[in-house]
C-alpha cells in the first residue's frame, strides 16, 4: 500500500481483480444523514474537551437503525494495535461473522490488515474524527463503497484508547445484498493475497 498524493491510501489491484482506492476527508462533507447525527452526538458529550471518553458513551443515544451498523473499538497506541469491543449485528451480516473481540486484521478482507495510517492508526495521530471512504474498483469500474465515520474516544484526555465507527454501505448495482457484494469481492482479495 501506498500514500497517493491527494491523500488517498491505494491498495493496488491484484491479480488485475479488485482495486481498494481510500479516501480521508472532513467528516462534515458526509453524504450520510446519520453521519452527521453521530458527529452532532460526539460534539455534545465531549463539551470543551478535544474528545469524550468511553464513560461519556452511550450507544443507546444512537438511533435504533443506527446500533447494527456501528462497531466500537479498544486501541493501543503503541505498539498500535486495537480490539472490536462492540460489533454491531448488520455488521455481523455483512462480513459474515461476529469480530467482537476480535482485531481488525481478522476482519475480511484480511490482505488490507490494520494499517498505521488508516482507522485507529489516524485517530491516535490526528486526535479528530474523519470519514474513510473505500471504493473496490475492477476493470469494469465502480463495485461499491464502504464510509466509516471515526469517532476518537480518550479515558484520560491525553490519548485516544477507544474509537466509535459508524459505517454506511452501498453497493453499485441497485438491489444486490451487501452481504453478498462484500462475500464476492472478501473472497477474491483474501484468495489473490495468499
Not at 105 to 123: E, F, I, S, Y
Not at 155 to 171: A, C, L, Q, W
Request: charged share 25%; with cysteine; aromatic share 10%.
Amino acid at each position: 500500500m501506498y500514500t497517493h498524493p491527494m491523500g488517498e491510501d491505494h491498495t493496488p489491484a491484484i491479480d488485475g481483480n479488485i482495486d481498494v482506492v481510500r479516501t480521508y476527508m472532513d467528516p462534515d462533507r458526509s453524504p450520510v444523514d446519520y453521519h452527521h447525527d453521530a458527529l452532532a452526538y460526539w460534539n455534545d458529550v465531549r463539551g470543551e474537551d478535544w474528545a469524550p471518553s468511553w464513560k461519556d458513551v452511550s450507544l443507546l443515544d444512537f438511533a435504533p437503525n443506527v446500533i447494527p451498523l456501528i462497531s466500537v473499538t479498544d486501541i493501543t497506541p503503541e505498539p498500535l494495535s486495537s480490539i472490536y469491543r462492540f460489533w454491531g449485528t448488520k455488521l455481523t451480516e455483512i462480513h459474515g461473522g461476529d469480530y467482537s473481540g476480535k482485531p481488525p486484521n481478522l476482519v475480511p478482507p484480511k490482505q488490507l490488515g490494520l494499517a498505521n495510517t488508516g482507522g485507529c492508526g489516524r485517530l491516535v495521530g490526528e486526535r479528530k474524527p474523519h470519514l474513510e471512504i473505500k471504493e473496490f474498483r475492477n476493470q469494469r469500474g465502480l463495485m461499491g463503497r464502504a464510509m466509516v465515520l471515526r469517532l476518537p474516544l480518550s479515558d484520560d484526555g491525553e490519548t485516544v484508547n477507544h474509537g466509535v465507527n459508524v459505517y454506511y454501505f452501498e453497493p453499485a448495482k441497485d438491489n444486490q445484498p451487501m452481504a453478498d457484494f462484500f462475500a464476492g469481492v472478501f473472497a477474491t482479495l483474501d484468495a489473490n493475497a495468499q
